[in-house]
C-alpha cells in the first residue's frame, strides 16, 4: 500500500505545478555540506504516520533578507518561495523519533542541491535529515526524494489573494487548502500562527500508507475562528 501511495504520488508529482512555490529557482549543481550538531536523545520507536510541514517563506523572510545565513531562500536573488518544505517527520505512538542510527550518513553536496527549489536551506535540509530523515530512511537521497514528490504532489492555494480577505481566519486558511486539494479534511490540516497572528506552517498529517490522516488533538494548530494574518512579503 505503501508503494502505491508513493507512485501515485509520484505521478502527481511529474504532472502537477512542481515549481509554483518557488518561482523562477534554478537549483545549483552542488552545495557545501554543513555540520549538524545533535540535540536532544536518540528516539528510536515504531512509525505510526508522518507530518510534513510547510513554511510560509514570506513571513519567515520578513526580517531576514539582508541575511546572509538565508540568502538562498531571502535574497529574491533565487527568486521568490510561497510554501516551502520545513521538514517531513516521522510520528510514533506517543512522541516524534529523533536522531536515530542512520545519522550518521551525510547527504552529498549534489543531494543537498536537489532539495534547494522546494528546500532552500542546505542547513535546514541537513538537520532534518540527520535529525528526522534519519529515523524513516536509510540513506538521505531516499528521505530527499520522498520528500520532493510529497512537495510537488500538492496543489497550491492561492494564499496571496486570500491575504487581502477582510476577517480573515485560520478556517479559511484551512477551506483554501481543502478546495484546492479535495482530499484532504480540516482535521488534517494544521495551521500554525505565530503570537501576533501571522501564517508560520501549515502542517500536513499523513498515515502510514502515505494517504492524509487525522492530525492529533494535540497537534491541530489554531482553531477555525482563531484570527490570522498572511504576510505576502512587499
Known amino acids: 500500500m505503501r508503494r502505491i501511495a508513493l507512485s501515485l504520488a509520484l505521478g502527481a508529482a511529474l504532472t502537477g505545478t512542481a515549481s509554483a512555490q518557488s518561482y523562477q529557482c534554478t537549483p545549483p549543481r552542488s552545495v557545501a555540506v554543513p555540520g549538524i550538531a545533535r540535540e536532544g536523545p536518540t528516539r528510536a520507536m515504531p512509525v505510526t504516520g508522518y507530518v510534513l510541514s510547510l513554511s510560509w517563506s514570506p513571513e519567515f523572510c520578513r526580517n531576514r533578507k539582508e541575511s546572509p545565513r538565508h540568502a538562498q531562500q531571502c535574497s529574491g536573488r533565487n527568486g521568490s518561495f510561497g510554501l516551502i518544505l520545513h521538514g517531513l517527520w516521522p510520528q510514533g505512538a506517543r512522541s516524534r523519533p529523533q536522531w536515530c542510527a542512520a545519522r ?14 522546494v528546500q532552500p536551506s542546505a542547513s535546514l535540509a541537513m538537520r532534518q535529515w540527520a535529525k528526522h530523515g534519519s529515523c524513516m530512511a536509510d540513506r538521505p537521497d531516499r528521505y530527499f526524494r520522498i520528500t520532493r514528490i510529497l ?13 487581502r480577505k ?5 478556517g479559511d486558511i484551512r477551506e483554501a487548502w481543502m478546495q484546492a486539494n479535495t482530499n484532504w479534511r480540516p482535521e488534517m490540516i494544521a495551521v500554525i500562527l505565530n503570537e501576533r497572528g501571522w501564517l508560520e506552517e501549515l502542517r500536513l498529517c499523513y498515515g502510514r500508507d502515505w494517504l492524509p490522516a487525522a492530525c492529533k488533538r494535540s497537534a491541530r494548530g489554531a482553531a477555525d475562528d482563531a484570527p490570522a494574518k498572511i504576510w505576502r512579503g512587499l
Open 151 to 163: 512537495h510537488r504532489s500538492l496543489d497550491w492555494p492561492d494564499l496571496d489573494r486570500l491575504s
Open 166 to 170: 477582510e476577517g480573515l481566519t485560520a
Open 104 to 117: 550518521n550518513v551525510r547527504p552529498t553536496g549534489a543531494q543537498l542541491a536537489r532539495q534547494m527549489c
